[in-house]
């Protein structure tokens, strides 16, 4: 199991030498514990960035610690970086600069190969929303597939449903599309309304169009 460090939204002070604020603190029976007092004070911070470099320290030091911070928006913690012995980063360093021009040809054709997976991937989200709704107009379809289907998003398309091409997951796709270019949603928000109320509102709008597409 990893070593935890917190880098706090919130002052911190040490339970046991009261130093504070702590940029950095570990949690030990819910007391904050500076790193001096953990052992920990000799690490060296490697934020996120490169996972060829942050793969190679880690492995190189006998001892390191995950560093992580709370987001609040989305109400959980998320990984910062690592904490990890100054030798071990160097020479994790030092294998990085060895074999950056081939990691950069690898990254390169990484690349182009997660295109053309995109590409294809957007044509046969395309072509099940017209199965699903033959009277779509095909540029919208393919509008709507290409806008659910972007890489990272984090949209419907992109989802283990999405990309099994499932019905559920296509419709929700197809409605949500609907919703912001054929009905008054997008300025029912503005005008302050609450999005379920404006969902509420602008419902049989969005399952006229969608049961006309489907005719």
């Given amino acids: 199991m990893d070593l935890v460090v917190i880098e ?18 570990l949690l030990e029976f819910n007391a904050s514990i500076c790193l001096e007092c953990a052992d920990l004070a000799h690490l060296v911070y490697l934020p996120q960035g490169s996972a060829a470099l942050t793969r190679r320290a880690r492995e190189a030091s006998s001892l390191c610690a995950v560093v992580v911070r709370f987001n609040r928006r989305r ?4 990984r ?7 030798a071990a980063l160097t020479r994790a360093e030092s294998a990085c600069l060895a074999d950056a021009d081939a990691r950069a040809r690898r990254r390169e054709r990484d690349a182009v190969r997660r295109a053309a997976e995109d590409v294809r991937f957007t044509a046969c989200l395309a072509a099940e929303i017209l199965r699903l709704f033959p009277g779509c107009p095909p540029a919208r379809a393919q509008h709507v597939a290409a806008y659910a289907s972007l890489r990272g998003s984090g949209r419907v398309g992109r989802t283990a449903a999405g990309r099994s091409m499932e019905e559920g997951a296509v419709t929700a796709a197809v409605r949500a ?3 912001h270019l054929d009905t008054e949603y997008d300025a029912l928000l503005m005008a302050g309304v609450a999005r379920h109320e404006a969902r509420t509102r602008v419902a049989a709008v969005i399952e006229g169009v969608l049961a006309s597409w489907r005719a």
């Fill in 80 to 86: 910062q970086g690592l904490l990890v012995e100054e």
């Fill in 177 to 179: 599309s609907v919703r």
């Fill in 8 to 25: 706090p939204l919130k002052q911190r002070h040490c339970a046991e030498c009261r130093r504070g604020p702590l940029p950095l603190h």
């Fill in 75 to 78: 109400k959980r913690y998320e």
